[in-house]
């Protein structure tokens, strides 16, 4: 059990592979039990990608609803079957916007806006997922949901090629905003390249990516991890004294004089014990690490 990989890897994921192939590749490197990720990216996207490895997979949903950034390569004129740069082409259309028309369309997509899920998206319709319909060659009814662009900015724009960057909520599909856009405009869009910049406040300058990651040493690997924690740093924290926390490691409720909500919970020496609820002065367990294997607070 010395061994065991619990931790946090900010990873640069390369254009290509799944987010599943990397988070496996990555998993072996370190030889953990297990491994998860906070959010799926496409084949044909890059970037951050957070991975979560043995007992810090108990707490990826902690960054479940964390906002992202994006910046995103959008191909006007061009109307493809995935939204993507590796979809079937649909349609072709001439491309006359100028550069004020595109600030004029981007702006009616800043702020809450509705967003149907296009129909290769992972989330479930009668228990499957949409991409095995679109796989089919079917199409399902997909009501609206609504997202938050925080931020839409335009970096370049030449011809029919615009570059944005984007700051959105969970659960905002970037190709559909592009094609959005794009319909907006009156030319059709897909994006062209996507690169993930962040995720709540881990930022891509402080990953590492998979090459370099599987050209370092075991020993050195290990230096690029964060402790299971980190996953919960936007969360309030509560320490709890010897007993309580012996007991609340049992999985059981312990008073808490702390504002309700949820906590990351800590007892003697800075030792990361787990994910908790405080409602009316009671503390109770909802993720534990394991007994022998906390962590030190960041």
Not at 61 to 79: P, S
Not at 164 to 186: F, N, P, W
Not at 189 to 197: D, E, F, S, V
Not at 224 to 233: D, K, T, V
Request: proline letters at 5%.
């Amino acid at each position: 059990m010395s061994d065991a990989v619990d931790g946090v890897l900010l990873l640069d994921k390369p254009s290509g592979p799944s987010s599943n192939a990397v988070l496996q590749r990555a998993r072996r490197l370190f030889g953990a039990e297990r491994a998860g990720h906070t959010g799926t990216l496409d084949p044909l996207a890059s970037g951050l990608l957070v991975v979560a490895l043995g007992e810090a997979t108990k707490f990826c949903a902690g960054l479940l609803e964390a906002d992202k950034a994006y910046r995103a390569r959008i191909a006007l004129g061009v109307r493809t079957a995935t939204g993507d740069a590796e979809g079937a082409v649909l349609s072709r259309s001439e491309v006359a916007v100028s550069e004020s028309a595109l600030r004029e369309a981007l702006a009616r997509f800043r702020g809450e806006i509705d967003q149907v899920p296009p129909m290769h998206a992972a989330i479930k319709h009668e228990g499957r997922p949409l991409y095995a319909y679109a796989r089919r060659g079917e199409s399902v009814e997909r009501p609206a949901r609504r997202v938050a662009i925080r931020r839409l900015d335009l970096e370049s724009f030449e011809a029919a090629s615009a570059t944005l960057y984007v700051e959105c909520s969970k659960g905002t599909y970037i190709r559909t905003l592009a094609e959005d856009i794009g319909e907006a405009l009156g030319c059709g869009a897909h994006i062209a390249a996507l690169r993930r910049l962040a995720v709540g406040s881990f930022t891509l300058d402080r990953a590492v990516g998979l090459a370099d990651l599987e050209g370092l040493p075991p020993e050195r690997r290990r230096d690029r991890l964060l402790p299971p924690q980190a996953l919960l740093e936007s969360w309030p924290q509560l320490r709890l004294g010897p007993e309580l926390a012996a007991r609340f490691r049992l999985g059981q409720a312990v008073p808490a004089g702390a504002e309700n909500g949820r906590v990351a919970v800590f007892g003697e020496d800075e030792i990361f014990l787990g994910a908790g609820e405080v409602a009316g002065g009671t503390l109770r367990p909802r993720r534990l690490m394991a007994a022998s294997r906390g962590a030190k607070s960041l």
